[in-house]
Nanobody, 126 residues
Framework: QVQLVESGGGLVQAGDSLRLSCVAS????????MGWFRQAPGKDRTLVAL????????IYADAVKGRFTVSRDDAKNTAYLQMNSLKPEDTAVYYC???????????????????WGQGTQVTVSS
């Protein structure tokens, strides 16, 4: 069993930056993929970014390309999402997820992840 705990969310102004962290516990941190998803009120949970085990594959949603960076530090059992130039439309609850049943294509979809954190709220004011 794996437990994921996100942190780093908050209320910021447009143009500001935040770094989200996701700490994994419960077993050796060797997840094949780590994903960051977000969900705004009344909307579906959608992919923000993902990273594979070796950190040589990263995928980003078009809406965040060039502004967000996903990374992982397996020595610390932690994944990160650096968010720069935040916009009001980035406002959502952000979730990290681990362990994908499938490859990089499957990792784009929340239904294919086995473990989820509780989420952290990010609110960007204009």
């Amino acid at each position: 069993q794996v437990q994921l705990v996100e942190s780093g969310g908050g209320l910021v102004q447009a143009g500001d930056s935040l770094r989200l962290s996701c700490v994994a516990s419960g077993r050796t941190y060797d997840s094949n993929f780590m994903g960051w998803f977000r969900q705004a009120p009344g909307k579906d949970r959608t992919l923000v970014a993902l990273i594979n085990r070796n950190s040589d594959t990263t995928i980003y949603a078009d809406a965040v390309k060039g502004r967000f960076t996903v990374s992982r530090d397996d020595a610390k059992n932690t994944a990160y999402l650096q968010m720069n130039s935040l916009k009001p439309e980035d406002t959502a609850v952000y979730y990290c997820a681990a362990d994908v049943r499938g490859g990089s294509y499957a990792a784009r979809f929340p239904s294919n992840y086995d473990y989820w954190g509780q989420g952290t709220q990010v609110t960007v004011s204009s």
